[in-house]
């Protein structure tokens, strides 16, 4: 596959597909990407599982935090990788040897290792690299759209937001289940 862009429909169907994802390098720190993250993602409906060997058995927003992917009590449907480059052989190590495997694995944005991409796309895991699945949801749902980010539509006129929590349709009611 070519990892240089992706198409709107691949990135959407991840994000329909998957309902637990495992990130890898969560942080504590209220400023880290990595937080901002887990917290989005939790927001949304997702099952966020921490994965940091530093915090492991604490908690980070709610969630317990694991050393690492083994150790995690149910299956993962997506592993977002918050580590450098060099460090994904390692977690592609972690993913290959858990049954069932995980159906994504997702490195975030500057991370990107096309041989532990085509690893991962030999035994049927989707990847993602150089992209942040918080960015790729708000942007598909149109959250960030209303600022011109990658809307395609120059405009003035902002969006007319409801009172309480938005959400704009791309995982449906998170009452409701899927």
Known sequence: MNHDSYDDPYISGILHEVKTIAVVGASANEVRPSYFVVKYMLDKGFDVI???????????LGEKVYARLADI??????????RASDAVSGVVDEVLALDPLPKVV??????????????LEEKGIKVVM???????YARLSGEIGWNGVNSRVISSRKKVMRQ??????????PTKPR
């Open 164 to 173: 309480g929590f938005q959400s704009f349709g791309l995982r449906g009611d």
């Open 50 to 60: 921490p994965v940091n060997p530093g915090r492991a058995g604490k908690d980070i």
């Open 73 to 82: 009590d149910r299956p993962i449907d997506m592993v977002d990788v918050f």
């Open 106 to 119: 997702w490195m975030q944005l500057t991370v990107r290792n096309d041989e532990q991409a085509a690893r």
């Open 130 to 136: 150089n992209r942040c699945p918080k960015i790729e």
